[in-house]
């Protein structure tokens, strides 16, 4: 007997049962493809065609099991199951709002914790916001994610996982074609995206194959503190909607309430939203605006905000700001917010209020923090990855 294919093969048992299966659900699909080759588990020339069985079963289907795979052969299943996973990360906490807002605090690794929230009737019908960092290195002052020192940035892997769980949850596989509950995803949760931008965009790459979970770029939006290099490249690499997080008409104020904005001021922004790909007045800029009793919340500031916007095809979305623990302002008046939006929408901005939804379980925008701060000190260090 020839004695070369059994040392081969002994050598193959040896690597299979000492490396760590990898997990195939957050891959791109030539992660895939090449994931497959370099396991062995595939012939490179069939490489392409089995991801492409595989991906339907993984974001059309749903599934965590290479058993549930019926159109692959037994021999082939057992193949990837000792090979791979598709695990999905531990749902530490799920609470659901009196409003039907649900939140799931996700372990991905130890200390590695962020939160994903869910609202009904957002959008088309439902609006996942996900994290895009455990954290966030900006410090608003409104924000309670900004009191979270930046753990470090979420894989492309880690943000589609939130998808996963959230559809898990829904109870929303296979992914149905018309009336869902998930219809629009927005990128609002912990962290700043574009710092992440390479994860983000893989992410969006991911959840907006045709062939899976399948949410048109155009349901998928991008909301950042203002990183105007990276404006650019985000339209040019993700198709996504741009929101903006304004709140404030004129540097002085903006430099408080957004420190970023000392390194990106007002007319730099302004700048780079008018130069993001693809703005038409029907794929508009969303600005977003907190409302702060008596600090941005006067008719003078309204007006201002008309004035900056000038010629930008664009929507504002006032938020009223939501408390969190030891928060240092106050929500304006109702009758304040009314009297701020009519004053856009008399300069023709359409001006939702925005509803604050799931406050009870501090689900609502910028209420949003894990305890992986806890970690920080030591274990930032060997957990950060080299950049
Ligand atoms: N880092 C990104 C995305 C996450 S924050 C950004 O800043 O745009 C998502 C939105 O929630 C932002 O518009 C943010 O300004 C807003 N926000 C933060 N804290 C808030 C609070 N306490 N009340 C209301 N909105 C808040
Ligand atoms: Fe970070 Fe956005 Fe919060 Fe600012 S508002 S601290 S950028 S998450």
Known sequence: MDPAPIISLDRSRRAVTTAPRRNLSGLTRPELATALVEASAVAPDKAKMRAAQLWRWIHHHGVTDFA??????????????????LTRPQVVERQISRDGT??????????I??????????????????????????????????????????????????VQVARDDLEEWPSPKEERRLSNIVFMGMGEPLYNLDGVAAAIDIVSDGEGVAIS???????????????????DRTQAMLAIS????????????VPLNRKYPLEQLMAGVRAYPGLS???????????LKGVNDSPAEARALVKLMGGIPAKINLIPFNPWPGSPYQCSDGATIEAFAAILNRAGYASPIRTPRGRDILAACGQLKSESEKLRASARRTLEPAE
Not at 126 to 152: I, P
Request: proline share 3%.
């Open 246 to 257: 304004l709140h404030a008409t004129n540097d002085a104020l903006r430099d408080e309430l």
């Open 68 to 85: 549930a795979m019926s159109n692959v052969s037994r021999e082939m299943q057992a193949t990837l199951a000792e090979r791979f996973t």
């Open 281 to 291: 007045n029907a794929r508009r800029v969303t600005f977003e605006y907190v409302m």
């Open 113 to 162: 914790e962020a939160e994903t929230v869910y609202i009904p009737d957002v959008g088309r019908s439902g609006a996942l916001c996900v994290s895009s960092q455990v954290g966030c290195t900006l410090n608003c002052t409104f924000c309670h994610t900004g009191t979270q020192a930046l753990v470090r940035n979420l894989t492309a892997a880690e943000i589609v996982a939130q």
């Open 217 to 235: 770029r155009r349901r998928i939006t991008v909301s950042t503190s203002g990183v105007v290099p990276e404006l650019g490249p985000l339209g």
């Open 102 to 111: 649900r939140k799931w605090l996700i372990r991905f690794a130890p200390g």
